[in-house]
């Protein structure tokens, strides 16, 4: 056991150490005043949003890029509240597009075609856009002013067919929310990290752009529309196969979108059961290798101590485990709250490193035998 525990420890921290290395070698944009030239098909696919869609909607309409160089595509997922409603209503009070200077705003109903309700709705939109480039974000978001500016100067930079950016959450001041921002810097951590290791595997549909000709040269969605969730995973991971070099992450401050954290424990947990439940059908194996290595190294946390106290291990160990665990977390935590600028999240850093073992694996044995609830459905796993 002493000698599993050393390997998984030395995987981790290999793993960990890294990102950290990769999180740097992954350069700051500066954004500069560049004149815009790439045309974006924005869409938001939505399901009972009434209390977030008109925050978004002002966001959106305080974008600083050229309003006829983008289109906005909102997809209503079956809404039962008056999300539908809010929209039309928003759309009567602007005026009819006399000018260049309007944006073009379409509200369309979801086609479903498969399980997943947020993939037939980004292939409906997909189909509806008429410009090449296509960034999805989620009804309950904010984005920043420069937020098309960033991609504009990113694509005509580098020339990328798919562009990964910046989430984050917005602060709060309960334990629960400080533990959701320091849970969302980890996954933000090793997603930068790993392109900086020219590995990337994942992403986050709340800020996520590719162009439709890739997506459809590798047909959208197909091979995975079986399970609800994964529309930004998935896509990547195809996309990174066929177009290894051409896969950029955006590491920019003014093209950070701004999302909600669960506002229960019991939201949380349905949301990491969503996200635990499309982990099997991953086909890129160093994402694997990373899920398997957090999973066991959290696995050890907790069950070393009781393996100590019935004498079948020496407690040391674990505290040698625990104390290398506990400073590379920190580090790339770190770093990542840094680009961010939210390092308040700090406040709990000991406490959700303690607590988060317990809620990863039992969230991991949950997603073994039990669905979740998403927007107000029931999917099994």
Same mark, same amino acid.
């Given at each position: ?96 597009? @006399? ?26 939109? +997909? ?9 999805? @974000? ?25 562009? +990964? ?74 996309? +990174? ?48 290798? +990373? ?44 770093? @990542? ?45």
């Amino acid at each position: 056991m002493v000698i599993l525990s050393i390997c998984i420890t030395v995987l981790y921290l290999g793993l960990m150490l890294s990102f950290i290395f990769g999180f740097d070698k992954v350069k700051d944009f500066v954004l500069n005043d560049t004149e815009a030239k790439t045309k974006f098909s924005i869409v938001v696919p939505f399901r009972n949003e009434a209390e977030n869609l008109s925050q978004l909607l002002k966001s959106l309409n305080a974008l600083e890029y050229p309003k006829h160089l983008f289109e906005i595509i909102l997809v209503d997922d079956a809404s039962e509240d008056n999300s539908v409603e809010i929209v039309k209503n928003l759309l009567d009070t602007i005026p009819t597009k @006399t000018e260049i200077t309007q944006t073009d705003i379409y509200l369309i109903k979801n086609q479903r075609a498969s399980n997943s309700p947020k993939k037939d709705a980004i292939t409906t939109a +997909v189909q509806h856009a008429k410009y090449e480039w296509i960034i999805t @974000t989620d009804a309950d978001c904010i984005l920043p002013q420069y937020w098309l500016d960033s991609f504009d100067a990113s694509i005509q930079n580098k020339n990328p067919v798919c562009v +990964v950016a910046p989430v984050t959450y917005f602060e709060g001041n309960s334990f629960l929310s400080r533990f959701q921002l320091l849970d969302l810097f980890s996954l933000q951590g090793v997603t930068i990290g790993a392109f900086g290791i020219k590995k990337p595997f994942l992403c986050n549909g709340a800020n996520f752009g590719y162009t439709r000709t890739v997506f459809q040269n590798v047909n959208g969605f197909e091979g995975n529309s079986n399970i609800s969730s994964g529309d930004d995973v998935f896509l990547l991971e195809k996309i +990174v196969k066929t177009h290894p070099k051409e896969v950029l992450y955006l590491k920019c401050e003014k093209a950070i979108v701004s999302t909600k954290p669960q506002t229960t424990w019991g939201e949380l947990i349905q949301q990491h059961i969503r996200w635990a439940a499309k982990t099997s059908a991953y086909k890129n194996w160093f994402g694997k290798c +990373v899920g398997i290595s957090v999973f066991l190294m959290n696995l050890f946390i907790l069950v070393l101590p009781i393996l100590a106290f019935l004498s079948l291990f020496n407690i040391k160990v674990w505290v040698y485990v625990l104390v290398i665990k506990l400073n590379v977390d920190f580090l790339l935590l770190y770093k @990542t709250s840094a680009f961010f600028g939210q390092r308040h999240a700090f406040k709990s850093f000991l406490t959700s490193f303690f607590v988060y073992p317990f809620f990863s694996i039992y969230v991991a044995v949950l997603s073994l035998f039990k669905g979740y609830t998403w927007k107000e459905r029931s999917f099994k796993r």
